[in-house]
Structure formats: structure tokens, C-alpha cells
């Protein structure tokens, strides 16, 4: 099955400094990654996904990366604020014929001090 | 996107009791899922939940730990069965609405056992 790596546990940055968080996954048939947001004792909350067919995606202040080749996904936070601060999973999954099952990373605690 | 509506959002159990957990839907949804997130940890899937058919349990869960039943394509129950302190963790319904969307998470059950 499919196996996601995520790096680091924890991360602190300084309000308006970047944030870039990375998993590797190991199936190569999957082809769709998002990545969740989840604050303290609240849902995780889908901030912004990929599928394997475009290599990059932006939204505002937020870019998700893809390397098929070498399998892994990025996901980078510009111009942090205190209201980042959580924790965020990447996941992976196999759309169509995969059954949409998310197999999740371990998870980064974002930290955004002022 | 869609409304998810779990019921209950938390419980305290005594060992050896059952607990059915509700998910509700607004609209017609393609998938459900149910997963689990121990304390710190990220989400496991459990199960998808078929409509009208036995779930699909994922490697180390089992039917009779975890039933499951979807009647219809907005409404799905998991059932924890003769719960020990080991089964205390946040349990989440998640659904996919439609083919290429998103998967959107419920606020999920906290559940702790005495």
C-alpha cells in the first residue's frame, strides 16, 4: 500500500517569513495530493491540491510543488501569519480506480511567532 | 461543498459498551469514509463505507470492531464495538461529493473510554 513521509514534525517561523513543508510518497500510481489544514480541536480543512498532471499550483499565498520523477510534494506558505499556525498533513491518493482513499503524512506543527 | 454533520461530537464510554456514530450529509455524495486520529497523530482510514453493500475495511480493522452501514448515499453510521481505553481517539466521517472533487471532512466524534 501507499506509504507518505512528511518533514519536519515542527516547524517556527517568524511572522512573514516562509514556510515550506515535504512528503515523499512511495506508490507511483497515485496521482492526487492535498494537503489539509487542522487547527486545535477542529476538522482538517483542504487548503489547496494537486493532481499529477500540472507540476505546480498557487493559491495566494499558498504553492503546492510536484516531482513525479522523484515522488515527492511540497507545500510552501509566503509571508507566514499568526493565523498559519497549525498543524498541516500532506496526503495521497489514486483518483479513478483508487477508490479515493487518502493515505496521510504524519503531520507538521506550524508555528508563526511574532 | 458539502455540510457533514456528525453526531455524536463527543462521548465518554465505559469499556466493554458499543457507541454508533452518526454522519449526515445534505446532499448526494459519491463516497463516505471514516477514519481515525488517535491523540498527536495524523488520520487512518477505517473503512469506505459502500452504499447498500458491506464496507471495505482497511488492514487492521475489522468488521465486527468497527461496523459500518451506509443505507443510502447521505447517511452513514460507524459503530465502535466492546470499546477498551485503547479505542479512545477522534473518529471522523469524510465524504467525496462528486468525481474529481475534494474530500471534505465531518468535525468528527471525540470519544474517550473510562
Known amino acids: 500500500g501507499e506509504n507518505v513521509e512528511q518533514h519536519p514534525s515542527t516547524l517556527s517561523v517568524q511572522e512573514g517569513d516562509s514556510a515550506v513543508i515535504k512528503c515523499t510518497y512511495s506508490?507511483?500510481?497515485?496521482?492526487?495530493f492535498p494537503w489539509y489544514k487542522q487547527e486545535l480541536g477542529k476538522r482538517p480543512q483542504l487548503i489547496i491540491d494537486?493532481?499529477?498532471?500540472?507540476g505546480e499550483k498557487k493559491d495566494q499565498r499558498i504553492a503546492v510543488t510536484l516531482n513525479k520523477t522523484a515522488k515527492h510534494f511540497s507545500l510552501h506558505i509566503t509571508e507566514t501569519q499568526p493565523e498559519d499556525s497549525a498543524v498541516y498533513f500532506c496526503?495521497?491518493?489514486?483518483?479513478?480506480?483508487?477508490?479515493?482513499?487518502?493515505?496521510f503524512g504524519t503531520g507538521t506543527q506550524l508555528k508563526v511567532e511574532l | 461543498s458539502a455540510v457533514i454533520s456528525q453526531k455524536p461530537s463527543r462521548d465518554i464510554c465505559q469499556r466493554g459498551t458499543s457507541l454508533t456514530i452518526q454522519c449526515q450529509v445534505d446532499?448526494?455524495?459519491?463516497?463516505m469514509f471514516w477514519y481515525r486520529q488517535q491523540p498527536g497523530q495524523s488520520l487512518t482510514l477505517i473503512a469506505t463505507?459502500?452504499?447498500?453493500?458491506?464496507?471495505?475495511?482497511e488492514s487492521g480493522f475489522v468488521i465486527d470492531k468497527f461496523p459500518i452501514s451506509r443505507p443510502n448515499l447521505t447517511f452513514s453510521t460507524l459503530t465502535v464495538s466492546n470499546m477498551s481505553p485503547e479505542d479512545s481517539s477522534i473518529y471522523l466521517c469524510?465524504?467525496?461529493?462528486?468525481?474529481?472533487?475534494?474530500?471534505?471532512f465531518g468535525d468528527g466524534t471525540r470519544l474517550s473510554i473510562l
Open positions: 494537486i493532481r499529477s498532471n500540472v
Open positions: 469524510s465524504v467525496v461529493p462528486g468525481n474529481n472533487q475534494p474530500q471534505h
Open positions: 506508490d507511483s500510481a497515485s496521482n492526487y
Open positions: 463505507a459502500n452504499q447498500g453493500s458491506e464496507a471495505t475495511y
Open positions: 446532499s448526494q455524495v459519491t463516497m
Open positions: 496526503a495521497a491518493s489514486q483518483e479513478k480506480g483508487g477508490g479515493n482513499k487518502l493515505t
